[in-house]
């Protein structure tokens, strides 16, 4: 099917731009805010008969006050004397310029000096007489992106002090030289460098990204002083602090409250991100992306961080509101660069880097595996005849004929040889990323961003290998001046090489003892093959592939019929088409134990998802009322269908999987298809009220229907209500060095119903037998009750700011009630049925997260820039369906026994571990005191691990199951550091984890290892009976104790320091690059996932044991044209 590609662009419309445009109609109200409160600093000063022009000086280096002035009104021969005590600003520059016929006026951040018979200035303004006058003049306007004139913008020579400001009507004049180039500057826009020409110039202002000015997004854009929900916001100059393809990766330990993990290490693999915890059961834990409004539940691979402007985490019920249904458990809204207003700029950004494994785990060698053998084959043996001669029996095992060894592994072990397995299968991995983009906008709005992305990862093991290509264009154009369209277009192709997933495990616990040999089917164990250990090395020939496709397109229409009313309306598409090859080739081991001679599997997947948003809003400010108003209505729809083709039997394996119709087992034959869908109608109102800048109110409702509940339960309101105070603007405040500080509250109720379609419904499969067509039960029971999960959130929050600015602190607790939680049971088995949806408890979690940005040193060469974040939350279940104080095995485990993980217990945290307590290793003391004791049929020998008997009943069962601990961290979060000096610039990113547990299943398997297969250093040290106080339990061949993952022995502590990125950058000073024709150059070096702390004893206590996580040492460059 061919899809027309339907082109797509978000407007972004901020407060800051409306705030702007009113100052500008109504100027007195601008100069009763920021002029007063310039005029209004307190200041001290003690001078005797000096220099005006050093008075000057000094008031800017103390008070961070900047004045602009001709070189003609102030010069050395004016002399002055001042002795003031914390006066205001406005009175001391009153007497000091009085007496010299000198008056001042302040124009947007600065203080301009003019004679008291002319007007503001214009010409030749210059904070130093330091430089000679310019040689030819030139002149211009400056305006906002809306077109209007911005005053008391800053316009300076580049690397001088020589300037002017513009007027009210946004003019400037200033003399300069050939080849000049201005510095255009002003609060709450970004700082732009444009050359000086003849004739009229016309520039336009970028909004800027800093402090409280900031834009963020929430369903519609706010700055970030006007915010009273919980948002953590990531801009583009710390996205790119980290080479990656994932932008996850990038943000990870940059938001409080926000755990990203790296859970999947493969090229091209999956990032793990949690908003505050698990919030729900089984379904809707993950959070939902937002790029530029169109919402994706996944593949977020193919966003190419190169293009990202902005992050931004929504986290609590007043900042998902706008989002609903789909925002239960937060929101990342994802920005995407735009063009901006000046000449046109290409930008080209690459870099290439090679991997290594990051952590190594310590394995024994032939040698010492050999050894571990004996001493289980032996302590076994002694066990059943504890009268024999155990160094006899030793000398048998190590003989010919030993029943322990084959000839070929004792072979091994008397020359001296040792074999690894994993590094016939690892290889050194080589990446690589280049992106190069063109951008350009206008002053009417206009602008364009196009930029094409190439990505080639090759994995730590072979043939394990990813590609993107990738194509974005974004296009916003102003038709009339009422009236603007925009287009914002991402296409991307994936392609990967997929490992078998059990080789790295396989390889990893593979025989020492064992010669290499890319020809056996099996690995061996004794000269026996091993059925169930596929040769890892010729595993590496099964061909398995994959690629996708994916659109993802938004187009919008926005009309302001009369100035503050904003009429919107947004088509949004997500086309992802989806393939997966995969053939097993005649001679390995897969197919030879399962007779299939040759197997290959085609499956592809189709999804189409689009979104219609249709909102109107309107804005109006009376006196210091700033009243804004939404309303919107939106349809959602997402489809999905997939087919699967497995045959078997082919007389070659050339065909590989590219010719399904070569297999002759015709009776193999499987065809599997599958189609749903299912749809979502959302109605949102939202108000919005600030007065002053002082106090802000959000008001929002949500009306949403899903077709994926129960008919008589579908549709559901979600309100929520948020208060903020910016005390700091209070009158009693001024003198309290704060610059800001906001105390935030907010309520809501968010809904979930992100579970499988149709689960209200009981569905049925078709399966063709023999030509005869029978329908049988999916096994999932519907249920037509099933109805919304509901989040009710609380939260309170607060925002300070000191220094100046460079303090800048946000701390925020909340509470998350969730009811109805969505669940698959299992059911008994008559109905045909064995499993059913539905809603079965609740759940509370509670937190607290605090994010400190502080500027440490501010100084001309030399900056420093210190970041940190730290969160904590706790869940527990508070109540489950029935009443019941527990669920077992929810997780889908099958099989009477109990697992350690996916069980439910009342009052405990959603992930506990659930096993028995490890008390100690058996030593021959405890002999007498354990007889006593029923352990289950099991016996306890010294060395043996022993269970704790929790209820004292001298009887080990499951009564003495306890909750041991759970996965949860205790906190978590991060820190950066920036080191700044002149060109050269060094930044550091860390990430922590502390307190939580995890199983290492590579770690419990090692330990419990006999010698039949690899084995870990932590047993060279296991008890015998002349170490017998070790703390490693004894090796021992057969059953009849408990193993080691019986008990919480092994549980890991995933606590974890991780130096996540290390780069050190120089950018290339302005004089070279302009012989170089080139607007910027910076070139850095970086190290990612340098070093990590932690007592975690397998792979990584973030990534698991799957997939080793890579050290990645990267070379790169951004050019600028």
């Given at each position: 099917m061919k899809y027309k590609p339907i082109l797509v662009k978000i407007m972004k419309i901020t407060f800051l731009q409306l705030t702007i445009s009113i100052l500008l109609l109504g100027s007195a109200f601008a100069k009763e805010t920021k002029a007063q409160a310039i005029l209004d600093t307190k200041i001290s000063v003690n001078e005797s008969n000096t220099a005006l022009k050093t008075v000057i000086k000094k008031l800017e280096q103390q008070y961070h006050i900047n004045f602009v002035y001709s070189p003609e009104l102030i010069n050395g021969n004016q002399k002055v004397s001042a002795s003031y005590n914390q006066k205001t600003l406005g009175s001391v520059l009153t007497d000091l310029f009085s007496p010299l016929n000198l008056a001042f006026e302040v124009s947007g951040d600065v203080i301009v000096i003019r004679n008291t018979s002319v007007g503001l200035p214009s010409l030749n303004i210059s904070r130093r007489n330091d430089l000679d006058l310019a040689q030819a003049p030139v002149s211009g306007k400056v305006v906002d992106e809306k077109g209007l004139p911005v005053p008391g913008v800053s316009v300076t020579i580049k690397g001088t002090k020589t300037g002017t400001v513009t007027d009210s009507n946004g003019a400037f004049s200033l003399n300069v030289a050939p080849g000049t180039v201005l510095v255009i500057s002003a609060v709450g826009f970004d700082t732009q460098e444009v050359p000086a020409k003849e004739g009229a110039m016309n520039i336009a202002l970028v909004p800027s990204n800093n402090n409280l000015t900031e834009v963020v997004v929430v369903g519609a854009v706010v700055k970030k002083g006007d915010l009273t929900g919980s948002v953590g916001s990531v801009n583009e100059k710390?996205?790119?602090?980290?080479?990656?393809?994932?932008?996850?990766?990038?943000?990870?330990?940059?938001?409080?409250?926000?755990?990203?993990?790296?859970?999947?290490p493969r090229p091209g693999g999956s990032v793990s991100i949690k908003i505050r915890g698990n919030n729900s059961i089984q379904y809707g834990s993950n959070p939902i992306y937002v790029v530029d409004g169109l919402v994706i539940e996944d593949g977020f691979n193919s966003i190419n961080p190169d293009d990202v402007a902005s992050v931004d985490i929504l986290k609590d019920a007043s900042a998902t509101a706008l989002y609903g249904a789909r925002g239960a458990n937060g929101v990342v809204l994802i920005t995407t660069k735009k063009g901006k207003v000046g000449e046109g700029k290409i930008d080209y950004n690459a870099w290439y880097?090679?991997?290594?494994?990051?952590?190594?785990?310590?394995?024994?060698?032939?040698?010492?595996?050999?050894?571990?053998?004996?001493?289980?084959?032996?302590?076994?043996?002694?066990?059943?005849?504890?009268?024999?001669?155990?160094?006899?029996?030793?000398?048998?095992?190590?003989?010919?004929?030993?029943p322990a060894f084959g000839a070929d592994e004792l072979r091994v072990y008397n020359s001296g040889q040792s074999y690894n397995w994993l590094d016939q299968i690892k290889q050194t991995g080589i990446q690589q990323n280049h992106t190069m983009s063109f951008s350009k906008g206008s002053a009417d709005g206009s602008s364009m961003y196009v930029s094409f992305n190439y990505t080639d990862q090759k994995g730590l093991l072979k043939t394990s290998d990813y590609k993107r290509y990738g194509g974005k264009i974004n296009l916003d154009q102003k038709i009339k001046p009422w009236l603007k369209i925009g287009t914002n277009t991402t296409f991307a192709r994936t392609e990967e090489s997929y490992i078998d997933g059990g080789v790295f495990n396989i390889a990893a616990n593979a025989n020492p003892l064992l010669p290499v040999n890319d020809t056996a089917a099996y690995l061996s164990w004794k000269g026996t093959p091993d059925v169930n250990l596929y040769n890892p090395i010729r595993s590496l020939s099964i061909d398995g592939k994959g690629n996708q496709n994916r659109l993802l397109t938004t187009n919008y229409l926005v009309v302001n019929p009369i100035p503050g009313l904003n009429i919107r309306s947004g088509f949004s598409v997500d086309i992802r088409n989806q393939n997966y090859f995969n053939y097993i080739p005649q001679t390995l081991g897969q197919s030879l134990r399962n007779s299939t001679k040759g197997s290959a599997t085609q499956r592809k997947e189709n999804w189409v998802n689009w979104q219609w948003d249709n909102s109107i809003s309107y804005d109006k400010l009376i006196g210091k009322n700033n009243f804004s108003g939404l309303l919107?209505?939106?349809?959602?729809?997402?489809?999905?269908?997939?087919?699967?083709?497995?045959?078997?039997?082919?007389?070659?394996?050339?065909?590989?999987?590219?010719n399904l119709g070569a297999a002759y087992l015709k009776d193999k034959f499987v065809l599997q298809s599958n189609f749903t869908a299912n749809s979502l109608i959302s109605y949102i109102a939202r108000f919005n009220y600030n007065y002053d800048n002082k106090y802000f109110a959000t008001l929002t409702g949500r009306y949403d229907g899903?077709?994926?509940l129960g008919a008589g339960n579908r549709w559901g309101i979600f309100p929520s209500l948020a208060l903020a105070w910016n005390v700091a603007r209070e009158e009693f405040m001024k003198d309290a060095g704060i610059?800001?500080?906001?105390?935030?509250?907010g309520y809501g109720v968010a809904g979930n119903q992100n579970i499988p379609d149709f689960a209200y419904r009981s569905l049925y499969v078709a399966v063709i037998t023999n030509g005869t067509v029978t329908y049988k039960p999916d096994g999932r029971l519907g249920n037509p009750d099933l109805k919304w999960e509901k989040?009710?959130?609380?939260?309170?929050?607060?925002?300070?700011?000191?220094?100046?600015?460079?303090?800048?602190i946000t701390a925020d607790y909340f509470i998350i009630h969730n009811n109805d939680l969505l669940m698959r049971r299992s059911i008994t088995t008559i109905s045909g049925f064995n499993n059913t949806i539905q809603n079965v408890g609740s759940l509370l979690n509670k937190g607290v997260e605090v994010n400190v940005n502080a500027r440490l040193i501010n100084d001309?060469?030399?900056?420093?820039?210190?970041?940190?974040?730290?969160?904590?939350?706790?869940n527990r279940i508070t109540k489950l369906y029935g009443n019941v104080d527990a669920i077992y095995n929810y997780g889908g485990f099958t099989g009477v026994d109990i697992q350690r993980q996916g069980n439910l217990f009342l009052g405990k945290s959603l992930n506990s571990i659930y096993t028995y307590k490890f008390e100690k290793i058996a030593q021959q003391s405890d002999m007498d005191a354990i007889k006593g004791v029923d352990y289950g049929g099991r016996t306890i020998r010294p060395g043996d691990i022993i269970p704790v008997d929790i209820n004292g009943d001298k009887k080990i069962d499951d009564a003495d199951r306890i909750v041991v601990g759970n996965t949860d961290p205790k906190f978590y979060g991060g820190f950066s550091t920036n080191f700044t000096y002149k060109n050269l610039s060094l930044n550091g990113v860390f990430t922590y984890s502390t307190g939580g547990k995890k199983i290492s299943g590579l770690y419990e398997g090692l330990l419990s290892g006999t010698g039949e297969y690899a084995g870990i250093a932590d047993e060279l040290n296991r008890w015998t009976p002349t170490n017998t106080n070790s703390n490693i339990p004894r090796a021992y061949i057969g059953t009849g104790r408990y193993s080691i993952g019986e008990t919480d022995y092994a549980v890991q502590n995933s606590s974890y320091l991780r130096l996540s990125a290390l780069t050190v950058a120089y950018s290339f000073n302005q004089p070279f690059m302009k012989k170089a024709k080139l607007s910027n150059l910076r070139v850095y070096l970086t190290g990612n996932n340098l070093f990590t702390i932690t007592k975690y004893k397998g792979y990584d206590p973030e990534g698991g044991d799957g997939y080793p996580m890579q050290r990645m040492i990267v070379a790169g460059?951004?050019?600028s044209f």
């Open positions: 710390t996205l790119k602090e980290i080479p990656t393809t994932n932008i996850n990766q990038a943000i990870q330990g940059r938001v409080a409250g926000v755990l990203i993990q790296n859970n999947d880097g090679r991997s290594f494994f990051a952590r190594n785990v310590h394995y024994l060698n032939a040698q010492q595996i050999a050894d571990l053998r004996v001493d289980a084959w032996a302590n076994r043996y002694m066990d059943d005849n504890p009268n024999a001669d155990r160094a006899a029996y030793i000398k048998t095992l190590l003989s010919p004929g030993s919107s209505f939106g349809l959602t729809k997402n489809q999905y269908d997939n087919n699967q083709v497995d045959v078997q039997g082919f007389g070659t394996d050339e065909f590989s999987f590219k899903s077709s994926r610059d800001n500080l906001k105390l935030r509250a989040q009710k959130q609380l939260n309170v929050g607060l925002d300070l700011s000191i220094l100046k600015n460079r303090l800048n001309h060469d030399f900056q420093w820039d210190f970041s940190a974040n730290i969160s904590s939350y706790r460059v951004n050019v």
